[in-house]
């Protein structure tokens, strides 16, 4: 028999990095808030990479600090290297990427969760979620606790129905042997909602000791790193470097000629992979033509003999793994401490939520992270401050938070999964961002903090500091225009010695600062400001002034598509009443039920002429509304 266990405001179930953003936030916001996981030693566990940030993911933390969440404060009191990526291209690409002391991440997190007020962390495997009339209620676990809220967030990674695979030899099992989530898969069935398999895997982890690093290159962190969070003043002393090699000829055979024992060719894997993070057997396969690929040794952390082979995701039998390791440069000798694997578990299909994360098919009740198909710590938590934010926003009776893809990356991502769905673990490429150049790293304290104070997510003090900052910088961009430099003799000496054209008349500083070759460091030899800037106000001085022209035109374009977001779709419109509308876009819209008209124009299958009957009969549909209510 089941018992009641508690009342709270918002549940979050999975304490991964969704599960921890969503529950921080909620309580955060003051909301009485439950957090839910099977297991209380695997708190923001990194089964996968030791690592956070990269190429757009980089982007997705620095935006969740900006939005006062905790994954980039928590990485800058963790890391063993930092290392910003893409310097040698323009700012937009710039992505910062830390290794991590991944049981230090999980101490310090666990430790902030239990720490924080509003926020109560049990141990407990969710089985059934209690719903009425369409309406969520609470959960109940395994050994039959009932515990009741008007908002529950769904942050189960990869845990649902989970399947381990190694070789011929498969599993029930969530990641790294922890146990899976069974019945909660049957669960949302039995709701209604549509589940897809997928697919991630891991590379097998080696002892240090016996990996000989003289056959491999260095990987230094920066010496004078910069930070995820826009708190973050001192940087860890004593980082680790990482180590570079490759696979070889050798490797290449081995994978060949085993491939009848490998999952992914015989059949046994029934769930979709990432395309981006591919197995080695089947970059193998896919680019035969390549001789050779890269692969990073990377520590797990400094108390630890454990190294990650990235790069060497592998499901096949444990004997070929090791023959695998033993073919690569430097790692003639290695002793393999954890075998790698490959996980099959249940996803909802994101098509099914709004762009709140809440489910259409049952009120209150929301999903994050890998269970919306997604892959990555980065995209999880993204998607977990806005769970926990809308779903506070619910019990308070407020209207949810939507970022635009003009806003940020999280923006894009939710906006991606919710509008045209994915039939692969999503992983977000600064590619997939149309205005990456508003989105940089540099500025997303800008583009978010305001917002993220307005939450209450921001304290007073951060938030003085960001206006300080703000109008800094307005202030330098108004002296640059102000101010005159004269073509005299000291003048012609510093630009000779930056290597840039002399100057014939007095020209202005932002004239000269857009010069490529001119930086603000060497524009301020010929005239500083009367306080100096920090590095930070610095760059955002740099930037705004060198990619002006550019800049403006995205945000001519951002305003275009403002106006089809405010275009809304009311919730009763009937798509196959509508008369000329493609039978695939009647569909898809049905599906998809989009909140406005420029949701509906990024749906696949949905065309211009589509959009264009859509609006005719959104204006007919709003005079009529109108004459029936006067």
Avoid at 136 to 148: C, H, L, M, N, Q
Avoid at 267 to 280: F, K, L
Avoid at 460 to 483: C, G, M, P, S, T
Avoid at 574 to 594: V, W
Wanted: proline share 6%; aromatic share 6%; with cysteine.
């Amino acid at each position: 028999m089941g018992y009641d266990a508690g009342i709270y405001e918002v549940i979050v179930i999975g304490a991964g990095h969704a599960g921890c953003e969503a529950a921080l936030a909620a309580a955060r916001m003051g909301c009485r808030t439950l957090l839910l996981t099977i297991n209380l030693d695997m708190v923001a566990f990194m089964p996968c990479n030791p690592s956070v940030g990269g190429p757009a993911k980089g982007h997705v933390v620095r935006e969740i600090d900006a939005l006062g969440g905790e994954m980039g404060r928590n990485i800058d009191k963790t890391y063993i290297q930092m290392r910003m990526l893409n310097t040698g291209k323009g700012p937009a690409v710039h992505a910062l990427r830390a290794q991590a002391d991944k049981f230090l991440y999980q101490h310090e997190m666990k430790e902030t969760i239990e720490k924080q007020p509003n926020l109560t962390l049990k141990q407990g495997m969710a089985e059934e979620l209690l719903v009425e009339n369409g309406v969520i209620r609470g959960v109940e676990t395994k050994t039959g606790a009932r515990y009741y809220a008007p908002s529950v967030v769904l942050t189960t990674g990869t845990y649902l129905r989970g399947k381990v695979i190694v070789g011929e030899l498969m599993y029930e099992s969530g990641p790294n042997n922890q146990q899976p989530s069974v019945k909660l898969s049957a669960s949302l069935k039995s709701l209604g909602l549509e589940l897809i398999r997928f697919k991630t895997g891991t590379p097998p982890r080696v002892h240090k000791d016996t990996i000989d690093f003289s056959k491999t290159e260095i990987q230094p962190g920066d010496e004078h790193p910069k930070f995820f969070s826009y708190e973050t003043t001192e940087p860890v002393p004593d980082q680790l470097p990482c180590w570079l090699t490759y696979t070889s000829g050798e490797t290449h055979e081995v994978i060949s000629r085993n491939l009848h024992r490998a999952p992914m060719f015989t059949g046994q894997i029934e769930g979709t992979g990432p395309r981006y993070c591919p197995s080695i057997e089947d970059k193998i396969v896919r680019f035969a033509d390549k001789p050779k690929h890269q692969i990073f040794l990377e520590p797990e952390g400094r108390n630890t003999a454990e190294y990650y082979v990235q790069g060497l995701s592998t499901s096949m039998p444990e004997d070929v793994q090791l023959e695998i390791l033993r073919s690569i440069p430097g790692l003639e000798q290695v002793e393999m401490m954890r075998t790698g694997y490959a996980i099959e578990y249940d996803a909802v299909v994101p098509t099914q939520l709004y762009p709140s994360l809440e489910t259409k098919l049952v009120s209150g009740l929301f999903t994050a992270g890998q269970i919306n198909g997604t892959s990555g710590y980065e995209e999880a938590a993204g998607q977990g401050i806005m769970a926990g934010i809308n779903a506070a926003r619910k019990v308070q009776g407020k209207d949810p938070v939507v970022l635009d893809r003009s806003e940020g990356y999280i923006g894009v991502l939710i906006d991606d999964l919710v509008t045209k769905g994915t039939n692969e673990p999503y992983r977000l490429l600064t590619s997939r961002a149309e205005y990456r150049l508003l989105l940089r790293h540099d500025n997303a304290d800008l583009r978010l903090t305001p917002l993220g104070y307005e939450l209450g997510l921001i304290s007073q003090q951060r938030y003085e500091a960001f206006l300080h900052k703000k109008e800094r910088v307005a202030a330098e961009l108004q002296r640059l225009k102000d101010i005159r430099i004269r073509p005299d003799e000291e003048t012609a000496a510093v630009l000779a010695d930056i290597g840039t054209a002399p100057i014939a008349q007095a020209v202005d500083g932002i004239s000269l600062l857009r010069r490529p070759e001119v930086s603000y460091e060497q524009l301020s030899r010929l005239s500083s400001p009367p306080e100096p800037l920090t590095e930070e106000m610095k760059e955002q001085v740099e930037i705004q002034v060198k990619y002006a022209g550019y800049i403006e035109k995205q945000l001519a374009q951002v305003e275009r598509l403002k106006k089809m977001e405010k275009k809304k779709i009311p919730d009763d419109i009937r798509y196959d009443e509508i008369h000329g509308l493609a039978s695939e876009a009647k569909q898809k819209l049905e599906r998809i039920r989009p909140i406005s008209i420029g949701q509906a124009s990024r749906i696949s299958g949905v065309t211009p002429a589509d959009i264009s009957i859509l609006l005719i009969h959104l204006e007919h549909y709003n005079k009529v509304k109108a004459a029936r209510s006067e």
